[in-house]
């Protein structure tokens, strides 16, 4: 298969996350180059929660950083979250079904060779430094994901 998929993701909620992500393993093993472009709350999915929050961060870019969510786990769902306690539903009906957490499913896109892309804009309004990121997403303006997405076969907005 010679085919192209492309996802931008601009959600920051479990549930969106995790769709983006099956549909990528998905076709990863099909056969299909996958790319995601990760804008605005989407670059939560790719914050690296093992990193702590860089020091010569502005005040604003400091509370933005302590407010949001650190990692894929640590994103709400977009319905019915309920101060986290839906999610754990949720989880806990996936774990009965023997389905991946969303991290899993991440880090299976990783290692499948989904490529990563985030928005340049979105990483600096944003206040994110590459530190803070996965080593995997390069960042490129829109541009350049217009062009990547103009290439593709498929084109999905999550």
Known sequence: MNKKINLLLFS????????????????KELGADVSIFFAFWGLLLVRNP???????????????????PKGPEDLPLSKM??????KEMLKAMMKEEDTPSLTAFLNG?????VKFYGCKLSVEVMGFKSEELLPE???IDAKQYLKDALESDMQLFI
């Open 12 to 27: 920051g909620d479990y549930d969106k996350a995790l769709a983006a992500l099956i549909i990528a393993n998905s076709a």
């Open 50 to 68: 093992e990193v702590p929050i860089a020091d010569e961060k502005t005040l604003y870019e400091k509370m933005f950083s302590i407010m949001t």
């Open 81 to 86: 979250n309920f101060s986290g306690f839906g």
């Open 109 to 113: 896109a990783r290692k499948k060779g």
């Open 137 to 139: 997403l390069e960042v």
